[in-house]
């Protein structure tokens, strides 16, 4: 783009390197806390994978059990009892994005007889609701590294934009200016030295 060579658009160009050079830090700052938080929930998203993992693999021990489960008639069954409800979430702001953060997970009311069920349902239930509940709570931890990673991504293209174009750029135009003027200020001087020469040598 074409810029003006005068002193206006000097001033301008020095104003907004100054602006670019300010805000570049903010920018950096930014991006480093969006990397450390996203590093860490990714930790906790893989402490929490392997935590299912671990309640999936404790219901290996109850197979035998769950076996059981298909001679209850299908309105009974262990999935009728374990129905989820509602995600309760809350919202957090981290390094300026709103995210949201896991608060719990409902379960619809299953009354159900116990005369009517062994002794594992009870217990069954509970595992099973954990297993949701923490479903839910990776659930969300997904959607915090979504929003996330999405805004790392805008903010390190702002901040590249700065380094690697609107800095530059603007130091280029400075220079070109500068040299512009000193060399029109060097003529006018030249100039004046002739003109008074030859004024001079008129008298």
Do not use: C, H
């Not at 099973?128 to 969300?140: N, S, Y």
């Not at 999405?150 to 400075?174: G, H």
Request: neutral net charge; aromatic residues 6%; hydrophobic residues 40%.
């Amino acid at each position: 783009m074409a810029i003006k060579l005068t002193k206006n658009e000097l001033k301008k160009q020095k104003e907004n390197l100054k602006q670019f050079e300010r805000y570049l830090p903010t920018l950096q700052l930014k991006k480093q806390q969006l990397q450390s938080v996203i590093m860490k929930i990714r930790a906790d998203l893989e402490a929490k994978v392997a935590e299912r993992e671990e309640m999936i693999g404790g219901l290996d021990d109850w197979v035998a059990v769950f076996a059981e489960n298909e001679i209850f008639e299908e309105t009974k069954r262990l999935e009728q009892m374990v129905q989820p409800d509602k995600v309760i979430t809350g919202t957090e702001n981290i390094a300026g994005v709103t995210v949201p953060s896991f608060k719990e997970l409902t379960f619809k009311e299953i009354n159900y007889d116990v005369e009517e069920y062994p002794l594992w349902v009870d217990t069954a239930v509970f595992r099973l609701r954990d297993i949701a509940t923490l479903d839910a709570f990776v659930a969300t931890l997904r959607k915090q590294s979504e929003l996330l990673e999405a805004e790392l991504r805008t903010t390190s293209q702002r901040v590249n934009l700065f380094e690697k174009v609107k800095i530059p750029e603007a130091k280029e135009n400075i220079r070109v200016i500068q040299v512009y003027l000193g060399d029109q200020q060097t003529a006018a001087v030249v100039r004046g030295k002739i003109s008074k020469k030859k004024l001079e040598a008129a008298q």
